[in-house]
């Protein structure tokens, strides 16, 4: 109720003039009002009150739509709406679709100019007017920053941002310490993204929350804007559609447009999840799945889109009788598809004309795999296809039906050391190094005015939720693999800028000592099942105690096991109920997202944290009510490499780095 005020009203009616202020509260519902005005300002959001100016910004040119949601007295309807910018009419069409989430007045309107720039450097003031069929009238102020690019020096041809999903500093600590020690009190050799000269603290706070979804936390790099927490590319409306809200344009395509640069988005989750996302799809629902990678198709010629790796592919299968649950058909030869019309995408006729947007369709039955192929791109399915592919055509890997299998996992298939990789039914994963040499070489090879190329290491988020640690860490180090494959490419192509960061932290991860026991007494305490007497006392070791665990490195850059005498041991502080015997999980917990979930194989995995280290009976009571860890309001740790790197520094808000990448990239850098 708190917005209800923040516009001025000028009625003929004269009942109104005489109830006040605080009488047009109690009656609002009948208010002619504008409830929402998009980009978001301060301004708008406390009726003129605050002059913090905290407000949308943009580089000159960015696109972006203006929106109002507008509430009429009773009875009447909104007949027009203009937008204003600096006091003057903003040209082209404003579209008046009725606002249909629930609670709203009737014949409440959604007012909406598609497209906007501005390339004019400073804070302009934006309004809207707007008119009812009484011819009452109603305006609200609010404002938007444009940010000057300066012509500094040479540009940043290439940028590669290296996204550790989740990642903050204990699980940076923990990668260092698993990977290759500590001795006499330093790093015995560093991790790859510890070499990156430059280092920022970053934070990560959405549109909506001090703590952001993995959504908001990749797009706000790539727009320069705060979005809410599910939503991607977009503000918050009052419409109920997934794919109408006002949008704001992505670093790919406004580098794509202006420079024909070329998109790369890798990930080890499945292609449609939030991080991927949030490289080059608008909608408000992160779960529209269908949607989601329609989009990357139909809208590549937007984006640039070259090269798109990951697992997901029940998504591009086609689900020709719109079967809703990816498990409803697996007794009568169902293919894995995940496709269905309420996760599908259709846009108004206004977006459309206003972006260039593609109109999608319910159309569950289509055969994604066949329309990227049939436009020249090369289809992968397994590491082998992927390291024959050749460079010279656009890349779809898709390495798994949903989330890819995590690199504990892949590097145990590779070593025949467990069959997990086979219980999913994917036994020839590549490692994300892998993936992100490849995706180096095809956009090298096709990008003649550079590439945008966002590589995620997914699971260190998902398996930091699920509190398993080794699990998290391992994927950790496969992301700093990674990293030092980037690094090696910026090494050898001066104009390139890495960036490694994180979308936020997850679980509150921190490592908090060692143990003090080796591996066989440790798995005697657990069997005496007596809980913390065994399992905690005697066994995690604090300060002094804590000693340094000393993994060993096999050929392949993993550790030769993660069950060593004298382990690391980590903690949660954004914790759910879990129980704890410190040893390394044999299988990960179930996966909600893989079709075949709730048949054997998959179905003798752990539901839960409470259904997994039992014997030992040394459960750890979680501070959440839920049935994983959660993610924090902590700061991030930024690394930067490369030209356009010195633009970095400080605490910045994440929204802050885009407009350090974009200087790079039109203006350049010393
Ligand atoms: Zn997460």
């Known amino acids: 109720m708190r917005i209800r005020t923040k516009n001025l009203k000028i009625t003929a009616c004269s009942w109104l003039a005489a109830l006040g202020a605080t009488s047009l509260l109690a009656s609002d519902a009948s208010a002619l009002i504008v409830s929402r005005l998009t980009p978001p300002s301060e301004l708008f959001a406390t009726n003129g009150a605050s ?40 040209p082209g069409s ?66 590669i941002i290296m996204l550790g999903d989740g990642m903050g500093s ?171 019309n309420s996760t599908d995408y259709t846009l108004p006729a206004d977006l459309i004309a206003g972006w260039g947007s593609s109109a999608g369709a319910l159309d569950p039955a289509r055969d994604l795999l066949s329309d990227f192929q049939g436009v020249g791109w090369s289809y992968a399915a397994t590491e082998n296809d992927m390291a024959t592919a050749p460079n010279s055509q656009p890349l779809l890997g898709l390495f798994a039906l949903s989330n890819m299998n995590i690199a504990l996992d892949k590097i145990n298939g590779r070593r025949a050391a467990s069959t997990i990789v086979d219980d999913y039914g994917f036994p020839d994963q590549p490692m994300l190094d892998e993936m992100t040499a490849k995706a180096l070489s095809v956009l090298d090879a096709q990008s003649p005015n550079g ?9 260190i988020d998902k398996q930091a939720h699920n509190m398993d640690t080794e699990r998290f860490v391992l994927d950790t180090i496969e992301l700093d693999r990674s990293i030092a494959v980037a690094k090696q490419y910026a090494a050898t192509h001066p104009d390139t800028l890495v960036i490694v960061t994180a979308d936020h932290e997850c679980a509150g991860v921190a490592v908090i000592g060692g143990s003090q026991v080796t591996d066989a007494a440790l798995q005697t305490r657990i069997a005496t099942g007596i809980g913390a007497a065994q399992v905690r006392s005697g066994v995690v070791g604090t300060y002094d105690a804590a000693g340094f665990p000393r993994y060993t490195l096999a050929a392949d850059g993993y550790p030769t096991t993660t069950d060593i005498d004298y382990r690391m041991l980590i903690g949660y502080a954004a914790n759910a109920d879990r129980f704890e015997d410190w040893r390394t999980n044999p299988q990960p917990l179930r996966d909600s997202q893989q079709p075949g979930n709730a048949v054997a194989p998959l179905t003798s995995y752990p539901a839960g944290p409470l259904n997994r280290d039992v014997i030992g009976n040394f459960q ?51």
């Open 94 to 159: 404003v579209t008046l679709a009725p606002a249909t989430v629930a609670g709203l007045p009737a014949n409440t309107v959604v007012a909406t100019l598609r497209a906007y720039s501005n390339a004019t450097v400073g804070v302009h003031a934006l309004s809207v007017q707007a008119v009812q069929s009484d011819a009452a009238t109603v305006a609200a102020n609010g404002n938007f920053e444009v940010v000057a690019i300066s012509n500094l020096g040479r540009r940043t041809k290439n940028i």
């Open 451 to 459: 590439f945008v190329l966002m590589v995620e290491g997914a699971s």
């Open 51 to 90: 002059a913090t100016p905290i407000i949308a910004r943009f580089i000159p040119y960015q696109r972006f739509d203006l929106q109002a949601t507008i509430r009429p007295d009773a009875a009447q309807t909104i007949t027009s709406a203009t937008f204003l910018v600096d006091g003057v009419v903003v």
């Open 620 to 670: 750890v009571t979680g501070q959440i009510a839920d049935a994983v860890a959660a993610h924090t309001a902590n700061d991030i740790p930024l690394s930067a490499y490369g030209r356009g790197s010195s633009l970095i520094g400080g605490t910045m808000d994440n929204t802050d780095v885009f407009f350090s990448i974009m200087q790079a990239a039109i203006g350049g850098a010393k």
């Open 170 to 340: 204990g699980h940076r600590a923990a990668a260092r310490i698993m990977q290759n020690g500590i001795a006499q009190g330093k790093a015995r050799t560093r991790l790859a993204m510890d070499t990156f000269p430059v280092s920022a603290n970053v934070t990560t706070a959405s549109l909506n929350s001090i703590v952001t979804d993995s959504s908001p936390g990749m797009q706000n790099y790539v727009t320069g804007n705060k979005s809410a927490n599910n939503q991607e590319g977009v503000w918050p409306d009052d419409t109920t559609a997934n794919f109408d809200n006002p949008r704001f344009e992505y670093m790919s395509e406004y580098l794509a447009r202006t420079q024909g640069k070329k998109l790369g988005v890798v990930t080890t989750s499945d292609v449609f999840d939030a991080t991927p996302a949030s490289m080059a799809i608008h909608t408000q629902n992160r779960g529209a799945g269908t949607g989601i990678v329609d989009q990357y198709f139909d809208d590549r010629g937007q984006t640039g889109l070259t090269v798109l790796m990951g697992g997901g592919r029940k998504w591009f299968l086609p689900n020709p009788t719109n079967c809703p649950d990816v498990d409803c058909g697996t007794a009568t030869g169902f293919n894995g598809s995940a496709r269905a």
